[in-house]
C-alpha cells in the first residue's frame, strides 16, 4: 500500500527519496503508474516549496524551476523561445500539470521539452547543488532536480519541430530541435537533437559534425540528411515503428533545418 | 491511511476522507459522489475526466486528490444553473455535440475553461482548447462548432 | 404512394411522414449527457464494492504447468481468488446462443493460454490497489509452446495448433469444410476465355475499437435471490444468455441493466465481464466491480479482425469482368467469438456491388495465437470492401479504363442475380456514382452518364443463377493429413455441376438443434431476424441429391460433442423455416408479389405439409412473437425488431 509524505522544502523532500520512493512533480508521470498499481514505489514525496516554480535570470542564463509548469512557459516572455515545444506537450489540462523536472524524466516516446532543452545545451541543478550537463543527466536519470539552467538562443537560430500523425495534439513520431550557431555564415558548433528516436532524447552528433561549416542550404545540409539517423536504433512502439522512424527522420531533418512547412 | 481534504466543489465547501496516493478523479466519484467526470484511461490521454481546478483544466485521473486543499473545483456537474443548462449544454444539445456521451462532460470543462478566458475564441483555438480531449463517436465538427456557438450565444446575450 | 411499415405493430407508435432527415432534432438522451447524470455502468454506487483484476498470460502460447495464489491470497484486502475451475460452464462460444460453432473459448483459462493477457484467475479484493498487488504475488509456471501469429503460417500443416476444439486451425463450416465456400458459375472456365487476368492482394491490420469507457461491469446481489448487473455491454440480452449458460443458472435471477454505452463500436459484445462479474458476486454475497483499465482495454479487447484477401479477375477488353475469385483470410485470433459469421458475413458480401456470372471463393476462419478478435462496425466487409475496390482501380488500369466508368459498366442493375442467389434490388452504385463524378467534375462519357440502376438488369445471363461447378476441397483435416498447404481455387477435388438455378443456401446457424432447451427461444428470435435467410434453405428434392447426398467425414477430435440430432436438420417451427423471404416486408396474408419475368429462385420447392403450417403459423407467429409457455412475448424478436 502506498504512503504520501509531503515537505516543505526541496531539500527536506530530497532526502527522503530511496528506491522505493518517486518524486511528485505535476503527477502526469507517477500518478499514471500509481493508476496502474506499479509496485516497484510504496511511496510518493512531495513538497510544497514555491521556489521550485520560478523563473529568474542568473548571470547569462535562464533559471527555470524544475516545478514550472509547461503552461508557465507559455505564459513567460522570458522563455518564448521554448514556446513551440511546451505548447507540443499534451493538450491545455496536461500543460497545466506537467512540469520541466518531469518532461527530463518522461518515458520514450514523451520528453519533447527535455529535447528543445538539449539542443539548446542546458545545464541541469540538482537540489544538492551539483551541476551537470542535460546529456549527462539524461544518461543516468535520478536525484532530485531543482531547476534547468539555459540560455536564450539569438535570433533564429533555435528551430523545434515535432511530428505526430494527429493534430493538434498527438503523441511524438519524433521531436527535433536544432540550435543552429553561425561563424562567418557558415554553421558551426550546431547542436541537434531528437525525441522517441532513443530510449531518451538524444543528440545526433554525427549530423551536427556533418553540418559543420557547411551552408544552410538544400546543397550544404544534404549530408547530413544522408546521415540524419546514424547510430541510432529507433524504437517500435504503438505510434510508430522504428523502420518508419528511420524512413522519414530525414526528411523531417530537412524541414527543421530548411524551416520548411510541415503541411 | 486515510486523510482528511477540504475543497471547494462547484462553489460548495466539501471535505472528504482520502486514500493515500487516490486521484482527484476517484475521490470526485466515489467520494463526492459526483460522477460527471469520467474514467477513459487513467493516463491524462483522453480528457474525459477533465474538471477544472481554480479556473484551469486538469486531467482528475492525475491529480493526486490532497493537493487540491483548499482550491475550487468545477465539474460539470455543476455546470447548470439550477434548472437552465449553461450556453454550453444548450448549444452541445442542439448541435448533436454528443453521441455516447462519455467524452461530453470532459469536453464541456475543457470548453469552459477557454470561454471563460476568451469568449470570442477562434476555430484553431477551439481546437487547441479541446486537443486533449478525444471524442470517439460523434467527430470533432459538432463539438468544435457547438463551443463556437455558445460564445456567440454569449456573446449575444 | 406512402409506403406503410409494420403497421400492425406500430400503429399508433410511426407516422409515414419520414421528414427528420435533414433536420435538427434534440437526442432524447442528451440533457443526461451534456450534465453529466447518464448512468453508465460505472455510475453506480454500491456499499462496500469489491474490484476484481485478472492474472493474465504473459505467452502467446503456453502450457500452464501450475498457478500458486497462495501469498496473493494472504494478502490484505483479497477476499477471493477465482480460476476456472470455479465456473460452472467455463468454456463458452459466444454464437452458441444462436447454435453456432463448438463452445471453445475458457471464461478463465485451464492447462493452456492461447494468446498473451489471456485471464487465468480473477481476483477479488476490497480496492483496485489491492487486487492489483494480488495479482502480482500469483505465481505462474509456464511451458512456452510454439506460436503463430500469421493466418497463412497457421494453415500451413506443420503449424502449432492453436484451438484444440479446432485442430486444423479453421473454423469448420457445416462440418464439411475448412472454409466458407461460395460457387456461382465456373470462374475456371471464365478466365481461360477472358482477355485480361487482374490479380491483386490486400491486407487489412486489426484495430481496437478503443471506445472511451472501458468495458465492464458491475453485479450486485439483489432481493428474490437475483443479482443486479450493470454493465457496459452492447448486447445486453446476449449477455444474459451468456451469464446464465456459464454460471448454469436461470436467467430469470439476472437482471441486467445496460443500454447506457460510453462508445462500443462492436468492441462490447463479448460478455466475459458479466459472468465474471456474476459469478464473483455469487462467491462473496457482494457487489463486484470488473472494470478493464485502458491498458486492457488495448492489450485484451478483442479488435476487428485482421483480413488477407486475394482477388484474381477474369476481365475483357471493353472492361466487363466476367469472372471473380477470392482467397480469403480472416484472422479470428486464439478463439472463435464473432469470426466464424463474420466470414459468412463477407462471403454474403462478394463479389461486391457488381455483376459477375462467375464467382468462387474460399474464406478461412483462422485460429492464430492473437487476441481473439470480436465485432467492429461492418465487421466482415470492411476489409473485403476496401480490397475490392482497390482492385477495381486496378482493373480499370489494367484495361485502360476510367476507374468509375469501370464500376457503372459492372455495377449492379436491378433483377441482376447476385452470386449468393438473391436478386439484386433498389441498386444505387450507379446512380451513386454519377452523383460523385459531378460533384467533383470528374468527367464522364455519355453512354456512363445515361446509365440507370433501373435499365438492363436480368439481361440475358445475368439474371439467372448459372449452371454452377463445386467442389470438394478443403474437406476439414484434408490439409493437415495430406501435408499440404492450401491450394485454394486449384479446381481440384470432385468436380460437379449444379443445375442453373439452384441455390444452396445453407444456414448452419439454424440448422443444429439448440445445445439447451433453454435457447430455443433465442433461435425463435434470431429465426425472426434471419427470416430472408432462412426462408430459402432447401428443404425440398434439391436439398436431397445436391447438399445431403455431400459425404460427411467423420470429426477427428474426440471431445467435439453434438446432441443428438445436432445434424437431423431444423428444429425450428415451420413458420421460421419456410416462409417466404417477401414476408417480412409485405403486409400479412397478402401473397408476395413478383414482377412477371422475374426468375422464381427466392422460394425452395416447400413440402406439401409445411406450406400449410405455414399459412397458420407465420401470420400468428409473426403477430405475436414466440409463443412458448414462460417466455415473455415482450422480448421476442417480432416485438424488438
Known amino acids: 500500500m502506498l504512503e504520501v509524505q509531503t515537505y516543505p522544502t526541496v531539500g527536506e523532500a530530497a532526502s527522503a527519496m530511496d528506491d522505493r520512493a518517486r518524486f511528485l512533480g505535476g503527477g502526469t508521470l507517477i500518478m499514471n503508474r500509481v493508476n496502474y498499481g506499479d509496485r516497484r514505489f510504496t511511496r510518493i514525496v512531495r513538497t510544497t516549496d514555491a521556489s521550485l516554480s520560478e523563473i529568474r535570470a542568473q548571470g547569462d542564463r535562464l533559471e527555470v524551476g524544475a516545478g514550472v509548469k509547461m503552461a508557465e512557459i507559455l505564459a513567460s516572455r522570458d522563455l518564448d523561445f521554448l514556446s513551440p515545444a511546451a505548447r507540443a506537450v499534451g493538450g491545455p489540462a496536461i500543460r497545466n500539470m506537467a512540469s520541466v523536472g518531469g518532461n527530463l524524466m518522461a518515458p520514450h516516446p514523451y520528453g519533447d521539452l527535455a529535447v528543445a532543452l538539449l539542443a539548446l545545451d542546458a545545464d541541469v541543478r540538482m537540489v544538492s547543488g551539483e551541476e551537470m550537463s542535460l546529456e549527462d543527466f539524461l544518461a543516468r536519470r535520478n536525484g532530485v532536480v531543482r531547476s534547468l539552467l539555459v540560455r536564450r538562443p539569438q535570433g533564429d537560430e533555435f528551430r523545434f519541430r515535432k511530428v505526430s500523425r494527429v493534430k493538434p495534439k498527438g503523441i511524438s513520431v519524433m521531436s527535433m530541435a536544432a540550435h543552429l550557431t553561425r561563424s562567418a555564415g557558415r554553421l558551426s558548433g550546431v547542436r541537434i537533437a531528437y525525441g522517441a528516436m532513443a530510449r531518451t532524447p538524444v543528440r545526433v552528433r554525427a549530423v551536427e559534425n556533418a553540418l559543420e561549416g557547411v551552408s544552410l542550404d538544400l546543397a550544404g545540409i544534404s549530408a547530413a540528411l544522408s546521415v540524419a539517423t546514424e547510430g541510432l536504433d529507433p524504437p517500435d512502439d504503438p505510434i510508430a515503428s522504428g523502420w518508419y522512424r528511420r524512413e522519414v527522420a530525414p526528411v523531417h531533418l530537412r524541414r527543421l533545418l530548411l524551416g520548411e512547412d510541415a503541411r | ?157 | 404512394m406512402p409506403t406503410e411499415y409494420r403497421k400492425d405493430l406500430f400503429a399508433d407508435e410511426r407516422s409515414d411522414d419520414f421528414d427528420i432527415v435533414g433536420k435538427p432534432i434534440i437526442r432524447q438522451d442528451i440533457l443526461g449527457h451534456v450534465t453529466g447524470r447518464s448512468k453508465f455502468y460505472d455510475d453506480h454506487a454500491f456499499d462496500g464494492l469489491l474490484h476484481m483484476r485478472c492474472v493474465r498470460s504473459a505467452h502467446h502460447h503456453a502450457r500452464i504447468r501450475s498457478v500458486d495464489s497462495s501469498a496473493a491470497e494472504r494478502q490484505d484486502g483479497v477476499v477471493r481468488v477465482l480460476g476456472g475451475r470455479d465456473v460452472p460452464v467455463n468454456v463458452n462460444t459466444l454464437l452458441s446462443l444462436i447454435n453456432f460453432g463448438r463452445d471453445d473459448e475458457p471464461l478463465l483459462a485451464i492447462g493452456k493460454v492461447g494468446y498473451v493477457g489471456q485471464p487465468i484467475l480473477a481476483i477479488v479484493a476490497t480496492s483496485v490497489r489491492a487486487a492489483q498487488e494480488a495479482v502480482d504475488a500469483v505465481k505462474v509456471e509456464y511451458e512456452e509452446l510454439p506460436h503463430v501469429l500469421d493466418v497463412e503460417e497457421a494453415l500451413k500443416p506443420e503449424a502449432p495448433i492453436v484451438n484444440e476444439e479446432y485442430p486444423n486451425n479453421t473454423f469448420d463450416y457445416f462440418d464439411t469444410y475448412d472454409h466458407q465456400k461460395l460457387r456461382f458459375g465456373d470462374v475456371e472456365t471464365a478466365f481461360s476465355r477472358a482477355d485480361h487476368i487482374v490479380e491483386g492482394e490486400y491486407q487489412m491490420s486489426p484495430i481496437e475499437q478503443a471506445p472511451m469507457e472501458t468495458c465492464g461491469a458491475i453485479a450486485a446481489p439483489e432481493t428474490n435471490d437475483r443479482i443486479t448487473v450493470h454493465t457496459s455491454t452492447q448486447a445486453l440480452f446476449f449477455s444474459v444468455g451468456v451469464t446464465a449458460k456459464q454460471l448454469d443458472i436461470s436467467s430469470a435471477r439476472l437482471h441486467f441493466i445496460g443500454g447506457t454505452v460510453g462508445g462500443g463500436f462492436g468492441g462490447k459484445v463479448d460478455s466475459h465481464h458479466e459472468p465474471l462479474a456474476a459469478l464473483a458476486c455469487l462467491a462473496t454475497g457482494k457487489p463486484v466491480k470488473y472494470m478493464w483499465d485502458r491498458a486492457e482495454e488495448m492489450q485484451v479487447g478483442g479488435p476487428r479482425g485482421g483480413e488477407r484477401w486475394r482477388i484474381k479477375d477474369g476481365v475483357m477488353r471493353d472492361g466487363r469482368i466476367i469472372a471473380r475469385a477470392f482467397t480469403g483470410f480472416f484472422d479470428a485470433g486464439a478463439y472463435t467469438r464473432l469470426s466464424s459469421y463474420a466470414v459468412q458475413k463477407s462471403t454474403g458480401h462478394l463479389p461486391g456491388p457488381y455483376s459477375i456470372p462467375n464467382v468462387a471463393s474460399n474464406v478461412y476462419c483462422v485460429f492464430t495465437n492473437r487476441t481473439p478478435s470480436t465485432a467492429m462496425r461492418g465487421f466482415g466487409i470492411t476489409a473485403v470492401d476496401f480490397a475490392i475496390e482497390r482492385h477495381m482501380d486496378k482493373v480499370a488500369r489494367a484495361v485502360g479504363m476510367d476507374p468509375i466508368e469501370l464500376r457503372i459498366l459492372n455495377a449492379y442493375r436491378d433483377g441482376d442475380m447476385k452470386a449468393h442467389r438473391r436478386e439484386a434490388k433498389n441498386c444505387a452504385l450507379i446512380e451513386s456514382c454519377q452523383a460523385v463524378a459531378q460533384k467533383t467534375g470528374w468527367s464522364l462519357s455519355a453512354d456512363a452518364m445515361r446509365a440507370s440502376s433501373k435499365v438492363g438488369g436480368g439481361e440475358g445471363a445475368l439474371g439467372v443463377i448459372p449452371e454452377t461447378v463445386t467442389d470438394d476441397e478443403g474437406r476439414i483435416g484434408e490439409r493437415r493429413r495430406s501435408g499440404l498447404a492450401p491450394e485454394p481455387l486449384s479446381g481440384q477435388g470432385t468436380r460437379r455441376l449444379l443445375p442453373e438455378g439452384y441455390s444452396s443456401n445453407n444456414s448452419s446457424a439454424f440448422g443444429n438443434a439448440p445445445q439447451r432447451e433453454d435457447m430455443e427461444a433465442e433461435i425463435e428470435r434470431l429465426g425472426f431476424k434471419g427470416a430472408t435467410v432462412v426462408s430459402s434453405t432447401p428443404q425440398g428434392p434439391a436439398d436431397q441429391t445436391a447438399s445431403s447426398a455431400r459425404p460427411i467425414e467423420p470429426r477427428e477430435t474426440a471431445h467435439a460433442v453434438h446432441p443428438a440430432g445436432a445434424r437431423g436438420g431444423p428444429s425450428l417451427p415451420a413458420a421460421y423455416t419456410q416462409r417466404p423471404a417477401s414476408t417480412i416486408n409485405q403486409p400479412i396474408a397478402q401473397p408476395p408479389e413478383r414482377a412477371p419475368g422475374t426468375p422464381v429462385v427466392q422460394q425452395p420447392a416447400t413440402p406439401p405439409a409445411a406450406a400449410e403450417a405455414e399459412n397458420e403459423s407465420a401470420a400468428t407467429h409473426f403477430q405475436r412473437g414466440v409463443r412458448r409457455p414462460g417466455v415473455s412475448r415482450f422480448i421476442s424478436g417480432s416485438r424488438r425488431r
Open chain 2, 1 to 157: 491511511m486515510k486523510s482528511p481534504v477540504t475543497f471547494w466543489l462547484n462553489g460548495s465547501e466539501t471535505a472528504v476522507f482520502v486514500d493515500a496516493g487516490a486521484n482527484l478523479l476517484d475521490v470526485l466519484r466515489r467520494g463526492c459522489g459526483d460522477l460527471s467526470p469520467k474514467y477513459g484511461c487513467g493516463q491524462g490521454g483522453c480528457g474525459a475526466c477533465t474538471v477544472l481546478i481554480d479556473g484551469e483544466p486538469h486531467v482528475s485521473c492525475l491529480v493526486l486528490a490532497e493537493t487540491v486543499a483548499g482550491r475550487s473545483v468545477e465539474t460539470t456537474g455543476g455546470l447548470s444553473n439550477g434548472p437552465d443548462p449553461h450556453p454550453l449544454q444548450r448549444a452541445f444539445m442542439e448541435g448533436f455535440a454528443a453521441q455516447c456521451g462519455y467524452c461530453t462532460p470532459g469536453m464541456l470543462m475543457a470548453a469552459k475553461a477557454l470561454l471563460d478566458r476568451n469568449p470570442s475564441p477562434s476555430r484553431p483555438e477551439v481546437e487547441e482548447a479541446i486537443s486533449g480531449n478525444l471524442c470517439r463517436c460523434t467527430g470533432y465538427e459538432p463539438i468544435v462548432d457547438a463551443i463556437l456557438e455558445a460564445a456567440r450565444q454569449r456573446g449575444a446575450a
